[in-house]
T-cell receptor
Framework: DGGITQSPKYLFRKEGQNVTLSCEQNLNHDAMYWYRQDPGQGLRLIYYSQIVNDFQKGDIAEGYSVSREKKESFPLTVTSAQKNPTAFYLC??????????FGPGTRLTVT | GDSVTQMEGPVTLSEEAFLTINCTYTATGYPSLFWYVQYPGEGLQLLLKATKADDKGSNKGFEATYRKETTSFHLEKGSVQVSDSAVYFCALTRDRDDKIIFGKGTRLHILP
């Protein structure tokens, strides 16, 4: 079954700790994306990568970091510099058909 | 810059009612247009898409027509069901190397 997996579904961390969210896809897509979703708001782009070993900042990259060492993996690290990290994080990938395929999301709570 | 504006929710309807969720866009060139749906606690799923003017996207009884003259892509369904309750996002992208720009989403509640 092809798709995008994100783990874990729920994540709890103490303030001041870095945390890494996993995103894996077996769709053979070149491009991958990370979004943040807050209650009642749309999706805001954090980082995206169009090819292995390359990535670009999105609209709200401050306090986050990513890597793209493999085509199928695009982990997101939420650093202690992110002032308000509690949110729902969505990973997506896309191919030449323009549409994006989303994972089930990770809900991060930082206390 | 490019943007998507969709009607604010929540929208509450009775089962079997007619649904319209308005979406308008601002973009240069000829963007592709999408509707995504998000069920509670899940990621987004592509509902339908249209890639050129006058195209009609359809899926699961939902339809939307790409209207370049009015820069709109309104979502419609003739008879909604309780299972249609979700958040609906209108979105656009210009080409495969560009980002997708999402609207803020419209929450839909269907009452039995």
């Amino acid at each position: 079954d092809g798709g995008i997996t994100q783990s874990p579904k729920y994540l709890f961390r103490k303030e001041g700790q870095n945390v890494t969210l996993s995103c894996e896809q077996n769709l053979n897509h070149d491009a991958m994306y990370w979004y943040r979703q807050d209650p009642g708001q749309g999706l805001r782009l954090i980082y995206y990568s169009q090819i292995v070993n390359d990535f670009q900042k999105g609209d709200i990259a401050e306090g986050y970091s990513v890597s793209r060492e493999k085509k199928e993996s695009f982990p997101l690290t939420v650093t202690s510099a992110q002032k308000n990290p509690t949110a729902f994080y969505l990973c997506a990938s896309s191919s030449r058909s323009y549409e994006q395929y989303f994972g089930p999301g990770t809900r991060l709570t930082v206390t | 810059g490019d943007s998507v504006t969709q009607m604010e929710g929540p929208v509450t309807l009775s089962e079997e009612a007619f649904l319209t969720i308005n979406c308008t866009y601002t973009a240069t060139g000829y963007p592709s247009l999408f509707w995504y749906v998000q069920y509670p606690g899940e990621g987004l799923q592509l509902l339908l898409k249209a890639t050129k003017a006058d195209d009609k996207g359809s899926n699961k009884g939902f339809e939307a027509t790409y209207r370049k003259e009015t820069t709109s892509f309104h979502l419609e369904k003739g008879s909604v069901q309780v299972s249609d309750s979700a958040v609906y996002f209108c979105a656009l992208t210009r080409d495969r190397d560009d980002k997708i720009i999402f609207g803020k989403g419209t929450r839909l509640h269907i009452l039995p």
